[in-house]
């Protein structure tokens, strides 16, 4: 049993993980203290902020995501993390951080996280919108739901003068007996 108590499960490492960067975040003032060096658990966690921030990255218009990379990869030789928190530390120090640059593309990817059905009545699939306002699930559903919309109004416009050429005639009729 006591042998055994050396060796922490690994959720409580991980748990122990999470409250020593919950203390750091609440205790250290980034002015006073300097930024502390982030302890990376394993290099499970420290790969895992590496495809985040590759992630984050590559929602940048190519010009700037390439350069992004390159200057982590090739230029700085730091992992892509840092350069992404580094970015947001250094724009905190100049006192812009709170002026960010939003690009507008970005608001369809914030949509496309989500689940949308698809609006063809006879489909009604859920499916992951690729972009903003996506409202079938593939371009045939959006053919067909189309196609159906144009012969429901062309019916809609037959039945009209339909009805407007019997009212004529009824009225016609009417003029022509009395
Ligand atoms: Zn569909």
Same mark, same amino acid.
């Given at each position: 049993?006591?042998?055994?108590?050396?060796?922490?499960?690994?959720?409580?490492?991980?748990?122990?993980?999470?409250?020593?960067?919950?203390?750091?975040?609440?205790?250290?003032?980034?002015?006073?203290?300097?930024?502390?060096?982030?302890?990376?658990?394993?290099?499970?966690?420290?790969?895992?902020?590496?495809?985040?921030?590759?992630?984050?990255?590559?929602?940048?218009?190519?010009?700037?995501?390439?350069?992004?990379?390159?200057?982590?990869?090739?230029?700085?030789?730091?992992?892509?993390?840092?350069?992404?928190?580094?970015?947001?530390?250094?724009?905190?120090?100049?006192?812009?951080?709170?002026?960010?640059?939003?690009?507008?593309?970005?608001?369809?990817?914030?949509?496309?996280?989500?689940?949308?059905?698809?609006?063809?009545?006879?489909?009604?699939?859920?499916?992951?919108? @690729?972009?903003?306002?996506?409202?079938?699930?593939?371009?045939?559903?959006?053919?067909?739901?189309?196609?159906?919309?144009?012969?429901?109004?062309?019916?809609?416009?037959?039945?009209?003068? @339909?009805?407007? @050429?019997?009212?004529?005639?009824?009225?016609?009729?009417?003029?022509?007996?009395?």
């Amino acid at each position: 049993m006591a042998k055994k108590e050396t060796i922490l499960p690994s959720e409580v490492i991980e748990s122990l993980g999470e409250q020593m960067r919950e203390d750091k975040t609440e205790v250290a003032p980034p002015t006073d203290k300097g930024p502390e060096p982030i302890q990376p658990i394993n290099d499970t966690y420290s790969g895992s902020l590496d495809d985040a921030a590759s992630l984050l990255l590559r929602q940048l218009v190519p010009a700037v995501r390439d350069y992004a990379f390159e200057l982590c990869d090739l230029t700085l030789k730091i992992p892509r993390w840092q350069l992404v928190l580094g970015a947001v530390l250094a724009q905190f120090e100049s006192g812009t951080l709170q002026a960010p640059s939003i690009d507008p593309s970005w608001r369809q990817i914030e949509v496309a996280v989500g689940v949308s059905t698809c609006k063809y009545v006879k489909c009604g699939k859920t499916f992951p919108p @690729k972009r903003f306002g996506q409202s079938y699930c593939s371009p045939q559903c959006g053919n067909l739901a189309r196609k159906e919309e144009i012969d429901r109004i062309n019916k809609e416009k037959a039945h009209d003068l @339909k009805i407007r @050429k019997h009212i004529e005639s009824i009225e016609m009729g009417k003029v022509a007996t009395s």
